[in-house]
Nanobody, 116 residues
């Protein structure tokens, strides 16, 4: 059974930075595509960033140039570095392992709140 545990969320002022972590067990982060999603109140969950098994990355347009997804294979951990945070980045952020292009396993989520 794959388990994903996120951490690193919190309250930050606009323009600040946070780094989210997602520790995986039961599967390697290097063997599958890993992703970060977010869900703001009253909105659908959206894909924020993806890192493939080969290390390629992709981002939703609203975070390009500000967010960076990476992984540490030795720690079996995926990260999301978020810079220049905006109030509209406020959401619960979820780590997911993707299989066949879709999220298969989810973490419990971590709250990110950005004050103006």
């Amino acid at each position: 059974q794959v388990q994903l545990v996120e951490s690193g969320g919190g309250l930050v002022q606009a323009g600040g930075s946070l780094k989210l972590s997602c520790v995986a067990s039961g599967s390697t982060v290097s063997g599958r595509a890993m992703a970060w999603y977010r869900q703001a109140p009253g909105k659908q969950r959206e894909l924020v960033a993806v890192i493939t098994s080969s290390g390629s990355t992709d981002y939703t347009d609203s975070v390009k140039g500000r967010f960076s997804i990476s992984r540490d294979d030795a720690k079996n951990t995926v990260y999301l570095l978020m810079n220049s945070l905006k109030p509209e980045d406020t959401a619960v952020y979820y780590c997911a392992q993707r299989r066949f292009g879709a999220p298969r396993y989810w973490g419990q989520g971590t709250q990110v709140s950005v004050s103006s």
